[in-house]
Every structure is written in C-alpha cells, then in structure tokens.
C-alpha cells in the first residue's frame, strides 16, 4: 500500500510539473521567512527534494531555480520586516518567549557585518533570523540584495546535491534489490531521528536541568525515603554512593517484578511484534548488508567493550581521577550485574537461538546494556569538560555508537526488539543517574583529550583484533539457514523443475525478472561452455568502474554490471554478450538455489538472461538499466548447449518458456 501510494504520487509529479515548481518556490520561501523558517524543517525539505531529483522524478535546473528564487524572496520579505518593524520584533512569537534568537543573530551579524548575511544562510542557529536582524539594524538594500542572491544561488545546490547523491544511491540499490533501497531508507531515518532526539534533549537539558534538579531537591527534602536519595545525588556536600546503591537496586528489582508479573499474566517473550519484527528484517537480509551490520555489532561484543572499559578506568587511576574512577566502575558494576541477574531470572531465547532450537538467555539485551553504560558513561565523563554549547557533539557521537550496534543486532537476529529496547532503556536511565550524580558534586578537572584519544585508540585496537579473529566466523553463524532440496534426476527432468523458483523473488515477495533457465551441472562447466560460444565475464562493480557513473558520456562496456539479489542471495555467476549496437548487451545471471539432484549430486542452477542499456541521468550520470521485457533470440544460447540434453517447458508466466538443461 505505501508503494503504491509512493509510485501515484511520483505519477502525479511527472504529470503536473507547474504544481511542482510553485511548491518548491513556497518551500523555499516559507523555510526563509523569519517566523516560518523557525518552524520549517527546511534543510530536511531540500534534502527531499533532491533525493526526488536523483530518482528522475523532478527536474534539476527547474528545482533549482524556483529554490533559489523562493530563498531570494523569502529572505528579502524578512529583511523587509525588520526594516518596518525594527524593535517591535522582539515582542511577537517566538522571539518574546526565546530572546536569545535575536541576541545570537545580533551577534552574528556584529561580527560578520554584510558577510553574515551572506554566511547566516548556511549557519543553522541563525539561518531564520539573520535576515531580520539584517533589517532592524538598517543594513542597505542594495548590500544585502547582492549578499542575499549569492547566497542563494549558493544555498540551493548545497542542500540539493546531497539529496541527489541520496536518491541516485536509492535508484541504484533498488536494482541490485528493492530490500537494499529500503534498508538505506530505514537506517537514514534512524540516524536522523537519533541526531533529532539528541540535539533536542541535550538542549531541553543544558536549559533546565538546574531548575529541575533544584526542584526536586527542595521537594524531596524532609521526605523519608525520597529525601536522602535525593540529597545524596544532588547536594554537593554529600556523597552519592548510598544515593546510587538504593537507585541500582531498585532499577533491578523493578525490572524484575515488571518481568515476572508480565510472565505472570501469561506474557511471554518474544510477542507478536517481535516475531514480525525479526521476519521483516530477515526479509530485508542481503550479502552486503550482512558483512556491514556483523562488523557494527560486534563493536558492542564484549571482546571490544570490555577491554575499552579497562583502558578508560586504568587511565583514570593513572591521571588519580578516583572520583570519576569510581563512577566509571560503577556503570560497569551494573552492567554486568545486570547480565548476571536477568540470566539467572529471566531466561529468554535470542532468535538465532530459537531458529536452532537451543535455549539461551536475552532480556534485557545485556549488549544493549553495556554498549550504553560504557559509550553513554564515557560521553558524559568527556562532555563535563566542555562548555555547555559544545557537549551535544560528544552525546550525539556516544548514540551514533550505541543506536548502530543495536540496530545491527535486531538486523541479525541477535535479539529481539524488547529484548533490545528494555537494555537501551536500562542502560540510558542509571547513565543518566550516575551523570546526575557525578555533575552535582565537585570533581578534579579531567584531561578530556587524553581520555578521548586513549579511549579511541582502545576501541580501534581491540574492534581490528576482534574482526581480524572472530568475524568470518560470526558472519557466518549469523547467516539465514537454507533448506536443502534433493530431486530425483528424472523427477526433476518431467515435474519436479516446478518446485524451483521460477521468477527473481525480491523484497515482500515482488517478483522482479522470469528465471527462463535450469542446468544441472557444475558451475565451471556453465562457464567454459559459455564463454566458447561469445559469453565474458561481467564488468566488476569495484570503484573504478563505479565512478564511470559519473560521467555524461562513457561507453557500455566500461560500466560495471551491479549484482541483483534473489530471496537474499546475490547472483553467483554473471556474464555478458555484447552485440553489434554499442549502446546494449545482452546478461546472464544464474543462482544456486539450495537443490540438488540426488544420482550425483549436481547443483541445479536457475537463470534469468535479460537486454541491457545506457540509461543518461540528469545529464550528470550515466546508468544502465535492465529491460524486463526483452526476449534472448533463439541463437544466442542455443550454441552452449550443443551436445547436451535439453527441454523447453511453459512456466508459471504464460509469457516465458524455460530451457532445462542437464551436463
């Protein structure tokens, strides 16, 4: 459904190119003018936009132009406010409510004179006000017109081509396999979001957590049981430790009622949107994608954390930072006695485990937990030490390490998405009561560097060790289990070719492309027997050939051909025929499907040949693009089956016939 929804309003697009261009003029527009543009994802808009350029559903030198138009005009209709409005400004919403808006744009603008302007438009924390303050401070027309246009002129391709790149990478992985384009989608919005949420909650914090925390001090205070928990954290004349024992021991034991009176009431893990979590992603699974999330998750191994962990506390202890010493043992205390509690209590299986019918033990995810005690702990022991504009950085660089791992492991199957979700959350609330803690008393100033730079030097070290010994082996266990099919030669050869698949499966069981061929033989017997009769191999899609994309004008052969993916699986053997027209070729792709034929034990390959040709893109890239529809004539494959016994048999589409073929 959002498929079709997705592939109408592209259709739409196409069809009504002046609704388009008005509404990326009032876009641009909107995301410039003073009050809007406050509120107006504007970057997140051109980013779209752009990506929709990539995919060839729009236009670049139109989009471009109306953006850059509507940022002209946008900008002009801010200055003109301030120029009329002048101090009145300060009282209208938001500006009444958040001063520091203008204080900081009245800043920039004193600093830079005419070239903030010209900056402001690329600088996100003034991007909505300079102009206006531009105004109220009686700029000229005439210098911030000329500052305005080239600004604009500049702004727009710098949001527009980043999109493109996004979308022409989309277009691109939708032919190798739509699972692929929809992974990309998938972990863009999640990298964005987790960029949205830190930023926002790092400055929601910075902003109140004083007010907050004395707050709450002054209504704790006399409490019986709140009272000396509450001081114990927040009153710098007392020390914490009994503060953060109480805390620890009633976070575990609260997990654990919440668990047991969950299984109680016959709750049981893992639960219907598990299960349909896990079987999504196995449905998204692709070679690639595999080899990049098993190197991701095992940043979050314990072979990598552990050793980090020691490093970070063996430094402290060397610098005779006790106080942060001892709030670093703490985080790693509580995670490894989480690991040991919710073993012992809460024995849960992992999806691997269930696939292979082992029992084991996974909730709450323990290396969710300690990927957050340790990156969260160690962000906020580095971020105490720089001022408050600047630690949003280290806290949004700690979630790009911990939100990846996690999202590797659901990808993989490692674990569940409650079983991953309840270590996040574990972690990420005695991280921030050990921040808490660690903030409000007074502490030795740290070397922050010397603690980065040894922290990433034992991260690097240890995750090249752990790669270089266990990864082959832990992509391997983590691959999807096939089945096995054994047929009967004769079987095969009269009724059974049936059972295999009889067109490319791609994601959500989208057929893409008819398999017209079955050959029972080895792999180097299909190739030597096509390559004698014209066949090459494919052009590698290494980087060399993958710049050729880039160029406007390049031959067919000097492009690589891209893999494509059935049910997961990538094409195991790919050759091409070239022809006399320069501008197409002819591409063979055969699969090993998981059958054999019982007599000797040959492989049963399924193939698909189809035309291929140059495909220009924007002017600016040159693809090449499969036609679905193209029919291999008569001769072209009939001269590598010379000798062999062969059969022509009606498929599951009327339209297409399949050639089995046995050595």
């Given at each position: 459904m959002p498929s079709e929804?997705?592939?109408?309003?592209?259709?739409?697009?196409?069809?009504?190119?002046?609704?388009?261009?008005?509404?990326?003029?009032?876009?641009?527009?909107?995301?410039?003018?003073?009050?809007?543009?406050?509120?107006?994802?504007?970057?997140?808009?051109?980013?779209?936009?752009?990506a929709l350029i990539g995919l060839g559903h729009l236009e670049f030198?139109?989009?471009?132009?109306?953006?850059?138009?509507?940022?002209?005009?946008?900008?002009?209709?801010?200055?003109?406010?301030?120029?009329?409005?002048?101090?009145?400004?300060?009282?209208?919403?938001?500006?009444?409510?958040?001063?520091?808006?203008?204080?900081?744009?009245?800043?920039?603008?004193?600093?830079?004179?005419?070239?903030?302007?010209?900056?402001?438009?690329?600088?996100?924390?003034?991007?909505?006000?300079?102009?206006?303050?531009?105004?109220?401070?009686?700029?000229?027309?005439?210098?911030?017109?000329?500052?305005?246009?080239?600004s604009a002129i500049l702004w727009a391709p710098a949001y527009l081509i980043p999109g493109m790149a996004f979308g022409a990478s989309l277009e691109i992985a939708s032919r190798v396999a739509g699972r692929l384009a929809v992974l990309i989608l998938i972990v863009a919005a999640l990298l964005w979001a987790t960029a949205w949420l830190v930023t926002h909650a790092a400055r929601l914090f910075q902003a109140h957590a004083t007010d907050w925390s004395q707050r709450f001090h002054a209504w704790s205070r006399g409490r019986r049981f709140i009272g000396p928990i509450g001081a114990s954290l927040l009153d710098p004349a007392q020390g914490e430790l009994r503060g953060l024992a109480t805390l620890a021991v009633l976070l575990l034991g609260g997990v654990v009622l919440v668990s047991l009176s969950l299984s109680a009431a016959g709750r049981q893990l893992p639960d219907g949107l598990d299960q349909s979590l896990y079987h999504f992603f196995q449905e998204l699974r692709t070679p690639w994608a595999d080899a990049l999330m098993a190197f991701t998750a095992e940043l979050g191994d314990y072979q990598v954390t552990l050793p980090v962990s020691l490093v970070v506390f063996a430094w402290l202890v060397w610098r005779r930072n006790r106080s942060a010493a001892w709030h670093w043992l703490a985080a790693?205390?509580?995670?490894?006695?989480?690991?040991?509690?919710?073993?012992?209590?809460?024995?849960?299986?992992?999806?691997?485990?269930?696939a292979?019918?082992?029992?084991?033990?996974?909730?709450?995810?323990?290396?969710?937990?300690?990927?957050?005690?340790?990156?969260?702990?160690?962000?906020?022991?580095?971020?105490r030490e720089l001022p408050l504009a600047r630690r949003w950085i280290v806290y949004l660089a700690a979630a790009f390490m911990i939100v990846p791992i996690a999202f590797a492991r659901l990808y993989l199957g490692i674990h569940w998405l409650t079983d991953t979700l309840a270590g996040l959350c574990l972690g990420l609330i005695w991280v921030t009561v050990l921040g808490i803690a660690y903030n409000r008393h007074p502490k030795a100033v740290l070397q922050w560097r010397g603690l980065l730079a040894y922290s990433a030097i034992a991260l690097l070290a240890t995750d090249l060790l752990h790669v270089g010994f266990d990864y082959a082996a832990d992509l391997q266990r983590y691959q999807p289990k096939?089945?096995?099919?054994?047929?009967?030669?004769?079987?095969?050869?009269?009724?059974?070719?049936?059972?295999?698949?009889?067109?490319?499966?791609?994601?959500?069981?989208?057929?893409?492309?008819?398999?017209?061929?079955?050959?029972?033989?080895?792999?180097?017997?299909?190739?030597?027997?096509?390559?004698?009769?014209?066949?090459?191999?494919?052009?590698?899609?290494?980087?060399?050939?993958?710049?050729?994309?880039?160029?406007?004008?390049?031959?067919?052969?000097?492009?690589?051909?891209?893999?494509?993916?059935?049910d997961g699986s990538e094409d195991d053997l790919t050759l091409v025929y070239y022809g006399a027209d320069p501008n197409t070729r002819w591409?063979?792709?055969?699969?090993?499907?998981?059958?054999r034929l019982l007599e000797r034990e040959q492989l049963i390959w399924v193939g698909s040949v189809s035309q291929q040709k140059l495909e220009p893109h924007m002017g600016l890239f040159t693809f090449t693009m499969d036609d679905p529809q193209s029919r291999a004539p008569s001769d072209l494959l009939a001269p590598a089956w010379r000798g062999l016994r062969t059969r022509v048999v009606n498929g599951a589409n009327p339209q297409e016939r399949i050639t089995l073929i046995a050595d």
């Open positions: 929804f997705v592939s109408s309003l592209f259709q739409w697009v196409a069809a009504h190119p002046g609704w388009m261009s008005t509404v990326i003029f009032a876009t641009a527009m909107a995301e410039s003018l003073t009050i809007v543009g406050v509120i107006i994802p504007g970057a997140l808009v051109m980013f779209g936009l752009g030198w139109s989009a471009y132009g109306w953006s850059t138009l509507g940022a002209i005009v946008g900008d002009a209709i801010s200055f003109w406010i301030g120029r009329v409005f002048h101090q009145r400004v300060r009282r209208v919403w938001p500006f009444a409510k958040h001063p520091e808006m203008i204080a900081r744009s009245e800043a920039f603008f004193r600093k830079h004179g005419g070239k903030g302007v010209l900056f402001g438009r690329f600088f996100g924390p003034v991007r909505g006000t300079i102009p206006t303050v531009a105004g109220m401070m009686d700029m000229a027309w005439r210098d911030f017109m000329v500052a305005n246009v080239v790693l205390g509580f995670g490894m006695a989480t690991n040991l509690l919710f073993r012992w209590l809460l024995p849960v299986s992992s999806p691997i485990e269930v292979q019918g082992v029992q084991g033990y996974s909730f709450p995810s323990s290396h969710a937990t300690f990927s957050t005690l340790v990156f969260g702990f160690l962000a906020v022991l580095i971020a096939t089945t096995l099919r054994v047929l009967a030669r004769e079987r095969w050869w009269t009724e059974d070719w049936r059972q295999l698949p009889q067109q490319r499966m791609d994601f959500r069981g989208h057929h893409r492309q008819d398999f017209v061929l079955q050959w029972a033989g080895s792999r180097e017997e299909l190739d030597r027997r096509l390559r004698e009769t014209g066949w090459q191999p494919a052009p590698a899609a290494d980087l060399k050939g993958m710049l050729l994309w880039l160029s406007p004008q390049v031959e067919l052969r000097e492009l690589p051909v891209l893999p494509q993916i059935h591409l063979l792709r055969f699969w090993d499907v998981g059958a």
